[in-house]
């Protein structure tokens, strides 16, 4: 059984690229992928007392689904959306194991705030004024599959847009150590449950027990090894890569219990 969905638009922000034309173009083949580390972006949509208290992963979380939206042409307002991350907001976790390991054991209460799985999607809501559900879910390696199959299965059995947004930061020392991401990264992505004007393709999900899909890139490769949300770096070259209404190979993405998500691709 699968699930059939369209997508719609795409934000990202990640290592080398800011957002989703640079990464279009690095994966169409068209600008040479430079490794860099990703650049923190500005996030003026929150009023400023907000804008203090928030860490990276929320600021790339927003930034990444605004610019779906905003390609879309989408109020944030009147959009479901589904938060997806290996385990939330890394350098927040590591201040207050550290707090907690002092002599005072004292936890700020911004850092106690912030340290909820679902942060990114409160912050969306005082950002965008979005009253609408939002699911927030947690799949370590896997959590870019398992938020992409909630999204469409959402969407198909709603029959309304979902957004959903991955995004992973990295731990600091000693957590790296055992649990090593390489760098930030969020990619969203609009699904709708009826083709549109615009729609980029259609696609089928379903799962398997098969190989996944990798970069041949090798850079590339290590970003899509290295940081779980970044296990999307296969889709987002097939649809970088896709005209509309042109379908492309099947790809297979890390899911949980040993299994992979199949992606397929139709036309529009």
């Not at 799985?117 to 390696?141: E, K, Q, R």
Request: charge should be negative; glycine fraction near 8%; hydrophobic fraction near 45%.
């Amino acid at each position: 059984m699968s699930v059939k969905v369209y997508v719609q638009a795409v934000g990202a922000i990640g290592p080398g690229a800011s957002n989703w034309p640079e990464w279009r173009a690095i994966l169409r083949g068209e600008l040479a992928y430079q490794q860099a580390a990703t650049v923190s972006p500005t996030l003026t949509v929150l009023p400023s007392a907000e804008r203090r208290r928030v860490g990276i992963g929320v600021r790339i979380a927003l930034v990444s689904g605004l610019e779906a939206l905003a390609a879309a042409g989408i109020d944030p307002r009147t959009m479901t959306t589904v938060f997806s991350s290996s385990g939330g907001d890394g350098e927040n976790c590591h201040l207050i194991c550290e707090a907690l390991a002092g002599s005072d054991r004292l936890i700020s209460p911004t850092r106690f705030h912030n340290s909820v799985h679902n942060a990114p999607s409160g912050y969306w809501g005082i950002a965008s004024g979005a009253m609408l559900p939002s699911t927030s879910l947690c799949a370590y390696d896997a959590g870019f599959a398992v938020g992409l199959l909630e999204a469409a299965v959402q969407c198909s059995v709603e029959k309304r847009p979902v957004l959903l947004v991955a995004y992973d930061t990295p731990y600091p020392e000693p957590i790296h150590g055992v649990r090593p991401i390489a760098d930030q990264f969020a990619v969203s992505m609009l699904l709708t449950p009826e083709a549109t004007t615009t729609s980029m393709t259609a696609i089928a999900l379903d799962l398997h027990r098969t190989s996944l899909t990798t970069m041949e890139n090798s850079a590339l490769e290590n970003v899509r090894s290295g940081i779980p949300a970044a296990r999307a770096l296969p889709l987002m070259q097939s649809l970088a890569q896709l005209p509309v209404h042109i379908s492309a190979p099947d790809i297979y993405l890390e899911y949980v219990n040993d299994q992979s998500l199949r992606v397929k691709f139709g036309a529009v």
